[in-house]
């Protein structure tokens, strides 16, 4: 007991300001059964349907729902298959409720299998109301990035 008071107020003492540290919630895909907010995938070629034939439809989006305010956002990624010589590109975007977006992450990847990485903490928009998070992970030209399995995650923090 009276150890535990000294470790309270001998920081006190020095002068020291207590921080508490950010408190994160997972926010949760669009789409998902609400069990996780894990989502894993694996990267597919661009389908050609009768309605989007010229542009084609991926799976390489994923957006995860702002429920409340929050004062900053990380990503979370994790490569659980890999080819080592294929890269992929991975962006990240804040989107608004007035409709625009700021990309916050825009890199090429080449992550061994297991590798995990955070990015951000990415601030919020003062002035701008967020409504999702957006995750892309991508094919680039190199044939070896099709197929490629990952997860994903992202929290919101006060």
Known sequence: MLLRS???LLPLALGATAQAAPLCTFLQPIGGDGASPVVAKS???????PVGMLAGRTNWNT?????RSYSSYKFF??????DPKAKYPVEGFMKFSDGSN???INETMSPPIGTGRMFG????VPGKQASQMNFKVGAS???GSLGFSYRISVQGCR
């Open 63 to 67: 957006d995860f729902i702002v429920d």
């Open 77 to 82: 990624f994790t490569a659980n298959s890999s």
């Open 102 to 104: 700021l990309q916050v």
């Open 6 to 8: 000294l470790a309270v």
């Open 141 to 143: 030209a190199d044939p």
């Open 43 to 49: 990267v597919g070629a661009a389908k050609v349907t």
């Open 121 to 124: 903490p990415f601030a919020a």
